[in-house]
């Protein structure tokens, strides 16, 4: 039943930590422990225009009592006992759930912070392709998504697609405030060759020192993923933690910086350009971050080096989940 629930739902959140590429860890050695929060960020205002789900509380409350799930011969089965078998089957399960709903809460503060507006009618376009995709993909069992909802998966179809609906608002807000973080900050665009050995990378710096086109080179030797993208990389932001950061700024632009290496891998950089920071009102920004989006996609790095930034920025705190369950490393605080 889970595993068809996951099958059809059509605006899961794409931020989801996953095991990140090879060079990706360059990125991730920016993410340092989060330091002491910036309190007293306003409360969110995720989209005035619309219905977004509940909305963070601006302050601290009382730990909830121990709710009851269901009754067993006048005995409870409660969230406490249900969350520490759950953890015990499903721990990947558990903790990739709680990462979307505290990115989406992140997100959520973030916009009410810059006054993000989402368009309704973009919000009901998405939508509409969204239930479409589900409903073409069930049509092809012969299924009815009405029927399939109430009887395979035991949900309210209503109640079904208004938290459909809520997810996309969260996802389209995540989207927007991580490249108005991102367009925000000292940052420089690049490309990078990555090889599994130095003797191939000194094939590959023999020939750009032979005049041929790094982005060309990338695309035929590098063993990244960027390489389908002539190894292009999302815009890499600076930072004192991380390795390929201080190779981007210490690189003149169109210069080969490196090559370093990371995790048994050799890495060459290219900056392009150093745009400068955008700021101002959601009012004046807007439109680039729109545009932005519309060319470039968000992808995993900006995930991780916003969500490292949101959780410096606003008090985060994981540990009840493991209280809840009776897990030990919660008291350790590991």
């Not at 029927?147 to 609906?165: A, N, S």
């Not at 041929?212 to 063993?223: G, H, I, Q, R």
């Not at 292009?232 to 991380?242: A, C, D, G, N, T």
Request: proline share 8%.
């Amino acid at each position: 039943m889970a595993s068809g629930a996951r099958a059809v739902s059509a605006t899961a959140n794409p931020y989801t930590p996953v095991k990140a590429p090879l060079i990706f860890a360059l990125f991730l050695s920016a993410c340092a422990a989060p330091q002491a929060p910036e309190l007293g960020a306003t409360p969110p205002r995720p989209a005035p225009e619309l219905e977004a789900g509940a909305t963070p509380l601006a302050g601290p409350v009382e730990e909830p009592v121990d709710a009851t799930l269901a009754w067993i011969a006048g005995d409870p089965i409660g969230t406490d006992e249900f969350l520490a078998h759950l953890l015990h089957r499903e721990s990947r399960l558990v903790f990739d759930t709680l990462d979307r709903l505290v990115t989406a809460r992140l997100a959520l503060l973030e916009a009410g912070r810059l006054g993000v507006r989402l368009d309704p009618a973009m919000v009901d376009t998405r939508l509409a392709e969204d239930k479409s995709k589900m409903q073409g993909l069930l049509a092809e069992n012969g299924l009815d998504v009405d029927r399939y909802l109430v009887e395979q998966l035991g949900l309210d179809p209503t109640r079904y697609f208004k938290v459909m609906r809520d997810e996309l608002v969260h996802q389209l807000l995540t989207e927007r405030v991580m490249r108005a973080w991102t367009l925000g900050q000292e940052r420089t665009e690049v490309r990078v060759i990555v090889t599994a050995t130095s003797e191939e990378m000194d094939a590959a710096r023999a020939r750009l020192a032979a005049g041929e086109d790094f982005a060309a080179l990338a695309e035929e030797l590098s063993v990244d993923p960027s390489a389908a993208v002539g190894g292009k990389l999302p815009p890499v932001i600076q930072s004192e933690l991380s390795p390929l950061s201080r190779l981007a700024f210490q690189t003149e632009l169109g210069a080969f910086g490196g090559p370093i290496e990371q995790d048994a891998h050799w890495v060459l950089i290219q900056p392009e350009s150093r745009p400068a920071p955008l700021a101002g009102t959601w009012d004046e920004i807007g439109p680039a971050v729109e545009a932005d989006l519309a060319e470039n996609p968000v992808a995993d790095p900006e995930y991780w080096q916003w969500r490292a930034a949101m959780t410096r920025r606003y008090q985060t705190d994981l540990s009840p989940l493991l209280k809840r369950a009776g897990e030990p490393r919660a008291a350790d605080g590991s």
